[in-house]
């Protein structure tokens, strides 16, 4: 297990975009599969976008392909969610997750796979 925080949301207009940071606490982020989820009010909580370790295997909703992109930043030890073109519908607080490694790839879409989260962020999306 390791502590997350996530950073970035915020109150955006629908079109805008936002990007959000995934940190590990006395960690190199390098070494965990993350994974970001996101939970509306009254909603199941939701698989959006993950990414292996080695960068190598990254995994996305459909509901956010084309508009949403996970990458690891090694300057900044972060693995960040750049949202563009947000939607009402994005609206939710969005969690970071890792685990040291998932197996097989099927495992990423799903929050058991995962063994460490944060505390969530709000995002935000006027219409």
């Known amino acids: 297990q390791v502590l997350l925080g996530e950073s970035g949301g915020g109150l955006v207009q629908a079109g805008g975009s936002l990007k959000l940071s995934c940190t590990a606490s006395?960690?190199?982020?390098?070494?965990?599969?993350v994974g970001w989820f996101r939970q509306a009010p009254g909603k199941e909580r939701e698989f959006v976008a993950a990414?292996?370790?080695?960068?190598?295997?990254?995994y996305y909703a459909d509901s956010v392909k084309g508009r949403f992109t996970i990458a690891r930043d090694s300057a900044e030890n972060t693995v960040n969610l750049q949202m563009n073109s947000l939607k009402p519908e994005d609206t939710a607080v969005y969690y970071c997750?890792?685990?040291?490694?998932?197996?097989?790839?099927?495992?990423?879409?799903?929050?058991?796979?995962?063994?460490?989260w944060g505390q969530g962020t709000q995002v935000t999306v006027s219409s």
């Open positions: 990414i292996s370790p080695s960068g190598g295997s990254i």
């Open positions: 006395k960690r190199s982020v390098s070494n965990y599969a």
């Open positions: 997750a890792a685990n040291m490694r998932i197996y097989p790839s099927t495992n990423y879409y799903y929050p058991r796979a995962y063994d460490s």
